[in-house]
């Protein structure tokens, strides 16, 4: 059933809040902002007491798709479940009020989390160094993307890996973060099963120009299409 809108909601003589009385002297509107600035008639506004409204948006709230209600299984950085500690810490002045001019000496503790933080993903990942740069995933890709023609081109091959495969299934981003990187983009069609046409992607295959192949198989959420597929 679709959710009505307020003013389907209001009926005459409902209030939603009542103000107390002011503790300041009262100055008539007509002084405060001229007559001719005063509607004659006020506005057409729903009349409605507090919990209908209330209830009105948490309603709404709830046709969202969202990680706290819903199974996401794509590889979507915006929507993966982050403890509600981790949200309140967010949250904390000490992060969210800092800024990127701010005086080196007034965030050396935020720099030691960092640098902590660092070294930690290096020993997980078994890494001598690592960044906490790009903030979400496309940013991550566009990253990564720099790192490895960083490092065919330090291997002396930048000339020649100048290829990214990219299936037609595959995010947005993925082509155009390899594009943005200076790559020569080639799409793999799907099969009618909604798979990677093999066939096709053998045919794209280079070994001596390709630089990568991108999502499904470099995603994080092998749902997208690796786990599922009887031909990998």
Known sequence: MPEPLLKELSKPGLIGVRLPEP?????????????????????????LDQPTVVRHFVRLSQLNYSVDTHFYPLGSCTMKHNPKVDEEVAKLPEFAMLHPLQDEETVQGILRLLKTLEQMLCEIGGMDACTLQGSAGAQGEFIGLLLVRAWHRYRGEGEKRTRIIVPDSAHGTNPASAARCGFAVESVPSGPDGCIDLSALEKRFNLTQTVSYLQPLWSPIPTLWASSSETL
């Open 23 to 47: 503790d300041v002297p009262v100055k008539p509107l007509t002084e405060l902002f001229g007559t001719e600035n005063l509607r004659s008639d006020p506005p057409p506004l729903p009349e």
